[in-house]
Structures are given as structure tokens and as C-alpha cells.
């Protein structure tokens, strides 16, 4: 193998090849991923089947029909009918306390409703249309890399999740956001603010809609784990590629990680870097980070490998 070197264009060609291995990897945390859309899927059905059952003993569909064929007769007068999709349940077989939460609470079916933690509202949109994302060019994952970092707000950040915004359609509330939102939306009585309408239900009705809220949530954190997991690793390998004097080296880890890189495909121009990283040590490194859940030791290791490489040199 002749001795090209590497430059930026190959360097990024092949971190990029190395990124779609690792995103399309069976790892456990991507299995947990998966499993966890199916879950959302069916918990999303058996929640609004039962707000359903809820919302609607509340307001009978034929008191709705009246009063919409009332607003048909009378116009804006008798305009107290709407869609909507967040309901202010409270659990009727429980005295109030203090503390309204402990009996009361919004449960939201809408794609950017409200997620606790370090997650953001459009989170779990983000989550759970990553593939359509992804395949117009937008980073799905540029929540998590920033977070990752600590980053403050900067430019690219807020440029991506703009275009976030715009195809899920929390903007303006259209497309996505307004299909997602026809499909979990029941006939209500009474126009204002959501809570100024409470909707009583029983323990085991609100109890079950509390379980719908930790499934959304339990979601997206499957997404943060695995792509978290993806951006440390892919940290490591970027510097590591940036420190390889030659392709072979970049091929070398390449092969380590069971990624088949064929070196007559990689433009060849000269690049100039200091080696510090060997391949094998390196692909180990992450394979054994990508197979447990505590990263620290491994980290711990990495780091001192890489000072004791920069001291020899």
C-alpha cells in the first residue's frame, strides 16, 4: 500500500463513513432505540383511546353536535366547540391537596408538547422523525452533539434548528405538526385556555395517562443514549484522523472496526499531522466503550494513552 497522505477532504470522507458504521451498528443502545418507537407508537394509541373515553364522557358527542348545529343557526354566538389536542385531567377519586399536580395535569398529544429534564419540546418530533431528518440533510442529532459539548447557543445551532422548526412544522403549525395534531384531536366544549376547562377522570384513567407522559419521555432518552454514545466515539475518531499522517493509518482503524475501506476510492492529496493515535488501540478503545454503559475508565485510559503518545514525540 503506497504511503498517501492524508488531507482534509479524505479525512472527512472517511469520518463520515466511519459515522453511518456506527449508526447503522446493532448495539444494544440502537436496539433500545428502536424498541422504544415501537413502544411509542402503541402507547400514543392506548392513551388517546382512553383520553377518548375521557373526553368524551365529559362532553357527549351529542351535546357537541347540538351545540355545533347551534353554531351553524346562530354563528360566532354559539362558537363554543374545538378541536384540541392537551387536556387538563383531574383525578376525581383523590382530595385536592396543595400540591395541584399530585391530582391534576395537562397530558399533551401534540408532537412538540412539553418534556421534562434536559430535553426541549421539539425533542421528541426530533426523535421520532430522525430517519425523514436525516434524509434531507438536516442534523437530527445537533441538540445532543451541543449538550454534549456544553456549548452555549451559537449560530450553527440555532441555523439547524430553525430548519428543525420549519420541516416539522412547529413554525407555523403546518405540515407535520398539523397532521400529527389531526390525528390526536377531540371535540371539546369551551374555547379558552385548556385548563380553565378540568376534565375529571378516575385514578386508574389518570394514573395510565401519567404512564403515557414517562413513555414520550422514556423515547427521547432512548435517541440521547444512542446517539451520545455515537457522538464520543466519533469525537475520538475525528481526532485521532487528525492526527494520522496516512491513509493507511485511517484504513488500518478502518479495519479494526469491521468498516472495509478501499483505498483506490479515497481522493489522495498531501496532508501534514502529527501521529499520535495507532489504530488498533484506538478501534479497541471504542469497541469496548461502545459495549458498556460507564465510559470513565475508558476515558480515563484514552486520555493517558494520548498524553503518554504526545510526550514520546
Given at each position: ?8 477532504d479524505?479525512r472527512?470522507?472517511i469520518g463520515g463513513?466511519i459515522?453511518?458504521?456506527?449508526e447503522?451498528?446493532k ?8 424498541s422504544?418507537k415501537?413502544d411509542?407508537?402503541?402507547a ?6 382512553l383520553a377518548?373515553t375521557i373526553v ?8 357537541v353536535?347540538t351545540l355545533?348545529?347551534?353554531k351553524k343557526?346562530?354563528g360566532d354566538?354559539?362558537?363554543v366547540v ?15 391537596s396543595?400540591?395541584?399536580?399530585d391530582?391534576?395535569e ?15 419540546d ?7 422523525y430522525?430517519d425523514e431528518l436525516?434524509?434531507v440533510?438536516?442534523n437530527?442529532?445537533?441538540n445532543?452533539?451541543?449538550k454534549a459539548q456544553d ?5 450553527h445551532w440555532?441555523?439547524e434548528?430553525d430548519k428543525i422548526?420549519k420541516f416539522?412544522g412547529?413554525?407555523?403549525e403546518d405540515g407535520?405538526?398539523?397532521d400529527?395534531k389531526?390525528?390526536?384531536s377531540?371535540?371539546v366544549?369551551?374555547?379558552s385556555?385548556?385548563r380553565s376547562r ?7 384513567e389518570?394514573?395510565e395517562m401519567?404512564?403515557?407522559?414517562l413513555a ?7 435517541h440521547?443514549?444512542w ?12 481526532n ?16 479494526a ?6 483505498e483506490?476510492?479515497l481522493?489522495?492529496?498531501?496532508g501534514v499531522?502529527?501521529t499520535i ?11 469496548s466503550r ?9 476515558i ?6 494520548r498524553q ?6
Amino acid at each position: 500500500m503506497t504511503k498517501a497522505r492524508l488531507n482534509t477532504d479524505v479525512r472527512k470522507k472517511i469520518g463520515g463513513l466511519i459515522l453511518s458504521h456506527f449508526e447503522n451498528e446493532k448495539t444494544t443502545e440502537l436496539e433500545n432505540f428502536i424498541s422504544a418507537k415501537e413502544d411509542i407508537d402503541v402507547a400514543y394509541n392506548r392513551a388517546f383511546k382512553l383520553a377518548t373515553t375521557i373526553v368524551q364522557r365529559a362532553y357527549p358527542k351529542t351535546d357537541v353536535a347540538t351545540l355545533q348545529t347551534f353554531k351553524k343557526k346562530y354563528g360566532d354566538a354559539c362558537d363554543v366547540v374545538a378541536k384540541d389536542s392537551c387536556f387538563y385531567l383531574a383525578n376525581t377519586e383523590i382530595k385536592k391537596s396543595d400540591d395541584d399536580d399530585d391530582v391534576a395535569e395537562h397530558f399533551n398529544f401534540k408532537l412538540d408538547a412539553s418534556l421534562n429534564g434536559r430535553f426541549e419540546d421539539m425533542d421528541f418530533g426530533i426523535a421520532y422523525y430522525r430517519d425523514e431528518l436525516k434524509a434531507v440533510g438536516i442534523n437530527p442529532e445537533i441538540n445532543i452533539q451541543q449538550k454534549a459539548q456544553d456549548n452555549s447557543t451559537n449560530p450553527h445551532w440555532t441555523q439547524e434548528k430553525d430548519k428543525i422548526r420549519k420541516f416539522l412544522g412547529f413554525q407555523n403549525e403546518d405540515g407535520i405538526s398539523k397532521d400529527w395534531k389531526s390525528k390526536f384531536s377531540l371535540d371539546v366544549i369551551g374555547t379558552s385556555y385548556c385548563r380553565s376547562r378540568t376534565i375529571p377522570c378516575f385514578n386508574s384513567e389518570f394514573n395510565e395517562m401519567k404512564m403515557f407522559k414517562l413513555a414520550r419521555e422514556s423515547f427521547v432518552n432512548s435517541h440521547y443514549t444512542w446517539a451520545e454514545h455515537i457522538f464520543k466515539d466519533m469525537r475520538d475518531i475525528n481526532n485521532a484522523l487528525k492526527d494520522y499522517k496516512y491513509v493507511k493509518d485511517a484504513i488500518d482503524l478502518c479495519g479494526a472496526l469491521g468498516l472495509n475501506v478501499n483505498e483506490n476510492e479515497l481522493q489522495r492529496t498531501a496532508g501534514v499531522s502529527l501521529t499520535i493515535y495507532q489504530p488498533e488501540n484506538l478501534a479497541n478503545l471504542i469497541k469496548s466503550r461502545r459495549a458498556k454503559q460507564d465510559n470513565k475508565d475508558v476515558i480515563a485510559q484514552f486520555r493517558k494513552a494520548r498524553q503518554s503518545a504526545v510526550a514520546l514525540n
